[in-house]
C-alpha cells in the first residue's frame, strides 16, 4: 500500500432524510465520527433532514457515510445524498446550531 494513498483526504457534505430528527441521530452522527476520528458538523435543517460534513481519509469517509445509511436505533432513513465535495473544515467534531432560522 503506498503511503500517499493512505494519507488521501476527502471532505464530503451529506444529506440524510426520513425520521432523522428526534431521534438522537445528531448525537449518534458526533459519537460515531469521533470514533473514526474524522472531523466536520453534524446539524438539523429547516426541511427536516440532518446535514453532516465529513473530513478525513477518503476510505474512513466512505464507511461513515454507510453508517449513515443505518444511524441510531430510532432512525428510520430514507435517503442518504452527498451533496457536496470539497472544501475544509476546523479540526474536531461538533453539533452545530440547526437551521430553523432560515426562511
Same mark, same amino acid.
Given at each position: ?8 483526504? %476527502?471532505? !464530503?457534505? !451529506? ?14 452522527? /458526533? ?5 473514526? /476520528? ?9 426541511? #427536516?433532514? !440532518?446535514?453532516?460534513?465529513?473530513? #478525513? ?8 457515510? %454507510? ?6 436505533? /430510532? ?13 475544509? !473544515? ?11 432560522? %432560515? %426562511?
Amino acid at each position: 500500500m503506498a503511503d500517499h494513498a493512505a494519507d488521501k483526504r %476527502r471532505t !464530503v457534505t !451529506v444529506k440524510i432524510e426520513g425520521r432523522v430528527q428526534g431521534v438522537y441521530y445528531r448525537a449518534w452522527t /458526533n459519537e460515531t465520527a469521533r470514533s473514526l /476520528n474524522l472531523d466536520g458538523t453534524v446539524r438539523n435543517m429547516s426541511d #427536516g433532514s !440532518v446535514e453532516a460534513v465529513f473530513s #478525513g481519509p477518503a476510505q474512513v469517509i466512505e464507511d461513515m457515510v %454507510r453508517r449513515c445509511k443505518d444511524g441510531p436505533k /430510532n432512525a428510520q432513513v430514507s435517503k442518504v445524498t452527498i451533496t457536496y465535495e470539497g472544501g475544509t !473544515v476546523a479540526a474536531g467534531f461538533k453539533v452545530i446550531g440547526t437551521d430553523w432560522q %432560515r %426562511r
